[in-house]
């Protein structure tokens, strides 16, 4: 075989450079949509948020894994992957894969070139794939004070100089900046501390990523920081404590504050995690199914949410055999990777890229019958410009809406399964009367989403037309 020249190398390391930095200018930055409620590219294009949690994924994959699950997640529609840089679990006093720890004699002040060298490798296979980090500086536990373990090395000042250094790092790469960490604001102390991470984050960056706030479960940013300038919009951690716990309550709660801004549930149920942590030695236990990972995006985002994050108990902390598990985990990471749950997010995202999703809005009017609470109540989202609706039966229960909100006279309706991805066309209409609907299947499990269409717009169908 012909050994390659130093002038072909050469010219393959200038494609290589060109091609990353067209991928760079391709790549625009996002921005938060007029209404306040939905999150946007900068040159105008709605950004669906389809979040999954790898908190441990800069801390515990070396390179051909984290290639493998983020190509993985590409492929499975995912436009944000969550990581923290000072991971969970041991991220300050255990290497990553290569030997490296993240911080010179735990200093947020002092970096590890070769521990950021491997972050760096991940941020850019994720923006090749098209795929947004949130990333959160550090874990929650970090910035904690006087609790023991490898809490208390933040302070203001080099909380500042932390941010500013992660600001400047990734300021042309496609971040979302997640401060937080599992843990909420107990002290001015610790107020403080956030607000110097994201002003520095501010100064290193020159403004060019969103920043948010990933609180405790259950708990929400706007408890903390919703009207502060550097809140761009807000998370909620829904937690793992019940099934059909509804966290489109949250979503609700953050929807109604003034000044209006986007929200999502960060860290949700995640599938195959022990139903409200209790016993965790019991193999047996009730674990969250794909059901109960899929209720949670369909429950918040008929809120109003501008995406919704899925998650997955071995996933987010990347286990495998020969690590202690959290929490039960007791599937490798890698073989986590094609449970069901996170298969169908890709029918969540074609279901809302299928419509002008940033129209919509919550309209508890538009059902006029139907279960109310538990896990079948129904929810409603309606297009401002009433062009189209989306209306979902948790349990496939029945329901009878007002079709006179729909702005034509000629009105499509179709079911869609968000277990398949696939919509079943029922008929085509007047927009006159209160019709009931009834789902075709109905029990738990047996969820369905009513798609209703002024005809004559000649909407897609998700997933099909609309790729």
């Not at 709660?253 to 965790?280: C, S, W």
Request: proline residues 6%.
């Amino acid at each position: 075989m012909q050994q390659p020249t130093l002038k072909s190398i050469i010219g393959m390391l200038i494609l290589l450079i060109c091609t990353s930095s067209l991928f760079a200018q391709q790549t625009p930055g996002l921005t938060v949509s007029d209404n306040g409620r939905y999150l946007m590219y900068e040159d105008g294009r709605p950004f669906f948020y389809m979040g999954d949690t790898a908190w441990e994924l800069f801390h515990r994959l070396d390179r051909e894994e984290a290639d493998q699950y983020l190509e993985n997640r590409a492929a499975k529609g995912f436009t944000v992957i969550q990581a923290v840089v000072l991971a969970q679990l041991g991220g300050l006093n255990v290497p990553n894969a290569y030997g490296a720890k993240p911080l010179k004699n735990n200093d947020p002040a002092q970096p590890n070139e070769a521990y950021f060298e491997h972050v760096d490798h991940i941020v850019s296979k994720a923006a090749s794939l098209g795929m947004f980090v949130g990333m959160l500086p550090s874990w929650g536990d970090k910035w904690k004070q006087n609790e023991g373990g490898e809490s208390g090395i933040f302070t203001v000042k080099n909380a500042r100089q932390y941010g500013e250094y992660l600001g400047e790092r990734y300021k042309d790469q496609p971040v979302i900046w997640i401060l937080g960490g599992d843990q909420n604001i107990k002290t001015d102390e610790e107020a403080a501390i956030i607000e110097a991470m994201a002003l520095g984050l501010r100064e290193g960056d020159n403004g060019a990523h969103l920043i948010t706030y990933h609180p405790r479960g259950p708990g929400m940013s706007s408890d903390f920081f919703h009207e502060v300038d550097w809140l761009d919009f807000n998370m909620f951690q829904s937690s793992h404590g019940a099934r059909d716990h509804d966290n489109g309550l949250f979503t609700r709660h953050d929807y109604q504050l003034k000044p209006a801004k986007p929200t999502l549930d960060g860290e949700p149920r995640y599938e195959n995690i022990m139903v409200g942590f209790y016993n965790q030695n019991d193999p047996k236990h009730l674990r969250f199914d794909d059901y109960d990972a899929r209720q949670a995006a369909y429950f918040s985002l008929l809120e109003g949410a501008c995406g919704h994050t899925y998650g997955h108990n071995s996933i987010w902390q990347m286990w495998a055999p020969g690590r202690d598990p959290v929490i039960g985990a007791n599937v490798p990471w890698y073989d986590a990777m094609d449970h069901a749950g996170s298969f169908q997010m890709k029918h969540v995202r074609h279901l809302f890229e299928s419509r002008p999703f940033t129209l919509l809005a919550p309209d508890s009017a538009f059902v006029l019958d139907g279960p109310e609470t538990g896990g079948a109540k129904i929810k409603a989202l309606v297009a401002s410009d009433s062009s189209f609706a989306f209306v979902y039966s948790p349990r496939g229960e029945h329901f009878t809406v007002d079709l006179s909100q729909i702005q034509s006279r000629s009105v499509r309706a179709a079911w869609y399964d968000p277990r398949y991805g696939i919509t079943d066309f029922i008929h085509t209409g007047d927009n006159t009367g209160m019709q009931t609907f009834t789902p075709p299947s109905r029990g738990r499990g047996q969820d369905w989403i009513l798609i209703l269409d002024d005809a004559t717009r000649n909407f897609p169908v998700p997933g099909q037309d609309s790729e």
